[in-house]
């Protein structure tokens, strides 16, 4: 049996929405299964040369995980990546590996997973559902305690990931540097922004300059890379709406009408991205 998985990049978080908010764009991870042919796991693409090939990578992990909580087990197969998300750079690559794990452990095995069981379990794994609900719905997602909402985001909507080349933050380290406690007016600062972050990205994109304001996680995390805090405030001084993509050190900005992207300089991925209408696909054959 053959199977296709593809899943989106995703930036989470965008500004205010800490842990809540996700996006996915039109950057593809693409897991091939073959159960017909010799067992081994390779890799292409972003990564490949420093990606496990003996099982224990984040893809056969999730695949495992799936299929140990089913009761089911898994047949002998050769797995083979092609990766375009950058690693550790705050695009959803880990998320993307594990939703795509569930989801071919779901086909292979028949398991009838609901999204929101692929959510759950990817949670078990990740720990985090920003990046994992917009990798399974596509779009724009709201994680909240009790579930996720999925929006279309304005048609007009236009994200640019800044992609630094030879900067990485692991997503420990990122969240290691965050404040245990926050005073109570930067959580409603963060609140009221959140909200209107919602309507910026599904509505009015013309608000994003405003209300992309955060004060829990992001002022801490460019703090741990001077270079990208340089762009980030170069990008607010010209009125580009932009925020930390996850964790870092990916900035996300939006072109709106009339508003000119500055140059981020020498060392910086620049990448147009449309956002994913969808969320992870299967293909068999």
């Known amino acids: 049996m053959k199977l296709k998985a593809r899943v989106p990049a995703t930036s989470a978080n965008l500004g205010p929405g800490f842990d809540c908010f996700g996006l996915a764009l039109d950057l593809w991870n693409e897991v091939g299964v073959d159960t017909d042919a010799e067992p081994g796991v ?11 090939t003996d099982g224990t990578d984040m893809v056969s992990r999730a695949m495992i995980h799936a299929a140990r909580l089913s009761g089911g087990i898994l047949p002998g197969m050769a797995l083979h990546g092609i990766n375009r998300i950058p690693l550790e750079r705050g695009l959803g690559s880990s998320a993307a590996a594990c939703v795509a794990g569930i989801s071919i452990a779901d086909t292979l095995l028949d398991l009838g997973l609901e999204p929101e069981d692929v959510l759950d379990l990817a949670i078990e794994i990740e720990g985090h559902p920003d990046n994992a609900a917009a990798a399974i719905a ?18 007009e909507l236009r994200p640019v990931a800044l992609i630094p080349r030879d900067i990485r933050l692991p997503t420990g380290r990122a969240r290691a540097a965050l404040p245990e406690a926050v005073p109570l007016r ?23 300059t405003q209300t992309l304001s955060d004060r829990l996680h992001q002022h801490a995390r460019l703090a741990l890379l001077p270079s990208v805090k340089d762009v980030f405030d170069r990008l607010r001084v010209a009125d580009v709406p932009v925020c930390v993509s996850g964790a870092g050190p990916t900035l996300l900005a939006f072109e709106l009408n009339g508003t000119s992207l500055p140059d981020p300089g020498t060392g910086w991925q620049v990448l147009r991205l449309d956002v994913a209408g969808t969320g992870v696909e299967i293909v068999e054959g």
């Open 42 to 52: 390779s890799w292409e693409g972003e990564g490949a040369d420093e990606l496990a």
């Open 138 to 155: 596509g779009g724009f997602t709201l994680a909240f305690g009790d579930g996720v909402i999925r929006l279309d985001p304005h048609p």
């Open 186 to 208: 930067d959580a409603v600062h963060n609140a009221g922004h959140a909200a209107a972050t919602v309507v910026a990205l599904t509505s009015e994109p013309g608000l994003l």
